[in-house]
């Protein structure tokens, strides 16, 4: 990696100072939670061409905020368990995978079951399932803030995305938890295009699209949970919704939409990451922040082709 140092701009931007300190002498403690933001920022925009083109933005929003609750419970759990001492927030961090990540992704699978199961719901329409997995959870979380304010910073860092510090085996669990998801996607990619842009027509070629379906809502659960568990909250939603749209704006062609979705997502962590250790600013808004950026483009050109 010394050779970098030895590439004028690259030199540049590594020796780039903050805080007394250059982005080069801080990436031994950052590499972590750089590639964690990585990762999930692939993992999330892949997945959010299908989140935008199939019209339930709201579902991932429902997951995020009940993978958030599943967080905010352990914290709670953990605190009332560990007695007067409290929880450092910490146990458990080193460990492949925590309390955290299990109530987060035991909390979204259950949500996604529940979505899924209600597309054959009449008396309840979805929107109003999803307002509720959304409101409900919300308030929760501001309750249990409230009463473990102990942990409160803690817990804020984990659902806003300001924790940038991410250990070496909740970084490979991240990375192992992708490679399922996105080898699923790529064994049934033909399935689920199929089942979500022409429900009817698979139907009628005798594919079982309600098996698909469950599938995508398991495969969104377990990727936001996961994901959150890692870098927070804010910053999966903005890389599951903003990068997908910026590409959808560029381009009609799917195969380019997906791959111009994951470079924007990609891009957008590794500098908004490295904004944000440059001017000392909150992690996950600044990914957001350079996320939303990846709309100029399309904007533009709309505003060219109207």
Request: proline content about 3%; aromatic content about 12%.
């Given at each position: 990696?010394?050779?970098?140092?030895?590439?004028?701009?690259?030199?540049?931007?590594?020796?780039?100072?903050?805080?007394?300190?250059?982005?080069?002498?801080?990436?031994?403690?950052?590499?972590?939670?750089?590639?964690?933001?990585?990762?999930?920022a692939?993992?999330?925009?892949?997945l959010?061409?299908?989140?935008?083109?199939r019209?339930?933005?709201?579902?991932?929003a429902?997951?995020?905020?009940?993978s958030?609750?599943?967080?905010a419970?352990?914290f709670?759990?953990?605190n009332?368990?560990?007695?007067?001492?409290?929880?450092?927030?910490?146990?458990?961090s080193g460990?492949?995978?925590?309390?955290?990540?299990?109530?987060?992704?035991?909390?979204?699978?259950?949500?996604?079951?529940?979505?899924?199961?209600?597309?054959?719901?009449?008396?309840?329409?979805?929107?109003?399932?999803?307002?509720?997995?959304?409101?409900?959870?919300a308030g929760l979380?501001l309750?249990?803030?409230?009463?473990?304010a102990?942990?409160?910073?803690?817990?804020?860092?984990?659902?806003?995305?300001?924790?940038?510090?991410?250990?070496?085996?909740?970084?490979?669990?991240l990375?192992?938890?992708?490679?399922?998801?996105?080898?699923?996607?790529?064994l049934f990619y033909?399935?689920?295009?199929?089942?979500?842009?022409?429900a009817?027509?698979?139907?009628?070629?005798?594919?079982k699209?309600h098996?698909?379906?469950?599938?995508?809502?398991?495969?969104?659960?377990?990727?936001?949970?996961?994901?959150?568990?890692?870098?927070?909250?804010?910053?999966?939603?903005?890389?599951?919704?903003?990068?997908?749209?910026?590409?959808?704006?560029?381009?009609?062609?799917?195969l380019?939409?997906?791959a111009?979705?994951?470079?924007f997502?990609?891009?957008?962590?590794?500098?908004?990451?490295?904004?944000?250790?440059?001017?000392?600013?909150?992690?996950?808004?600044?990914?957001l922040?350079?996320?939303?950026?990846?709309?100029?483009?399309g904007?533009?050109?709309?505003i060219?082709?109207?």
């Amino acid at each position: 990696m010394e050779y970098l140092l030895h590439i004028p701009l690259i030199k540049d931007i590594l020796l780039a100072e903050s805080n007394g300190m250059t982005f080069w002498e801080a990436l031994p403690i950052l590499r972590n939670g750089i590639l964690a933001c990585m990762v999930a920022a692939i993992l999330s925009s892949y997945l959010g061409v299908y989140v935008i083109l199939r019209r339930i933005v709201f579902v991932s929003a429902a997951l995020s905020q009940i993978s958030s609750l599943g967080i905010a419970l352990s914290f709670l759990i953990s605190n009332r368990l560990a007695g007067p001492q409290g929880f450092s927030g910490q146990e458990g961090s080193g460990s492949f995978f925590t309390f955290q990540s299990g109530m987060s992704l035991i909390f979204a699978c259950m949500a996604a079951g529940l979505i899924a199961l209600q597309l054959q719901e009449r008396r309840l329409t979805r929107e109003s399932v999803l307002g509720i997995l959304y409101t409900v959870p919300a308030g929760l979380v501001l309750l249990i803030l409230d009463r473990t304010a102990k942990d409160a910073h803690e817990i804020e860092n984990v659902l806003f995305g300001n924790a940038v510090f991410v250990s070496t085996p909740q970084l490979l669990f991240l990375i192992l938890i992708s490679l399922v998801v996105l080898f699923f996607h790529g064994l049934f990619y033909k399935q689920f295009i199929f089942t979500a842009f022409d429900a009817d027509t698979a139907r009628a070629a005798g594919l079982k699209t309600h098996r698909f379906n469950q599938l995508l809502f398991l495969t969104l659960a377990v990727a936001i949970s996961i994901s959150i568990s890692s870098i927070g909250a804010l910053p999966v939603f903005a890389f599951m919704i903003l990068p997908s749209a910026s590409a959808l704006l560029i381009t009609h062609r799917l195969l380019t939409t997906f791959a111009v979705a994951v470079v924007f997502g990609f891009g957008s962590a590794l500098v908004g990451f490295y904004l944000s250790f440059l001017f000392s600013l909150p992690t996950g808004p600044t990914m957001l922040v350079i996320a939303a950026l990846c709309l100029m483009p399309g904007l533009l050109l709309v505003i060219l082709r109207a």
